[in-house]
């Protein structure tokens, strides 16, 4: 019996979408699973890649990364690790990208009652979080490090000095 338990984790872990579909069905489209498995896949390589995602408005990107989040922190979530998500704004930006991602738990047999927010803008599964930041100027993000996954999201609305001083070197390691 527990070989045929660790078969079905091994075939849920196996893809971002296939944890996705077992999260009350929600299927990702064939261009949200490439994208979300393409990062998924360079993190847990360790290959460190950089995508730039272009996808037009309302076609599920957001959805896609929160789904990410959740898978990544399901599968890392019995080490200590971090991921920084960063959005322009705080509201309703992150705010929202905080709700996201919390739905996206709550649906998941796997990941249900097993996550905590602490601080406002940190959620935890096990010892692996996710730090959601601010990308405004003078947001605070001291403190924060994004050895598994720096996400920047609407990228082309955070001021080049602000990413650089700021957040590149959050994903130095």
């Not at 893809?15 to 996705?20: A, G, K, P, T």
């Not at 950089?50 to 408005?57: A, D």
Request: glycine share 6%.
């Amino acid at each position: 019996m527990p070989s045929t338990l660790s078969s079905r984790f091994r075939l849920l872990y196996s893809s971002v979408s296939r944890f996705s579909q077992y999260a009350a069905g929600l299927t990702l489209r064939p261009y949200q699973a490439v994208v979300a498995q393409a990062v998924a896949d360079s993190v847990i390589r360790n290959l460190g890649l950089t995508f730039v995602v272009i996808l037009p408005r309302q076609s599920g990107k957001n959805e896609t990364a929160a789904q990410l989040q959740a898978y990544l922190l399901s599968l890392f979530s019995d080490q200590e690790v971090e991921i920084v998500s960063i959005a322009p704004t705080f509201k309703p930006q992150t705010v929202n990208a905080i709700a996201r991602l919390e739905r996206a738990l709550d649906h998941n047999p796997l990941t249900r009652g097993r996550w905590r927010r602490r601080n406002g803008n940190t959620i935890y599964l096990g010892k692996a979080c996710i730090h959601f930041l601010s990308g405004g100027p003078l947001a605070n993000t001291v403190g924060a490090t994004a050895s598994l996954l720096l996400s920047v999201d609407e990228a082309q609305d955070i001021r080049p000095n602000t990413y650089d001083r700021k957040f590149a070197p959050m994903a130095a390691s």
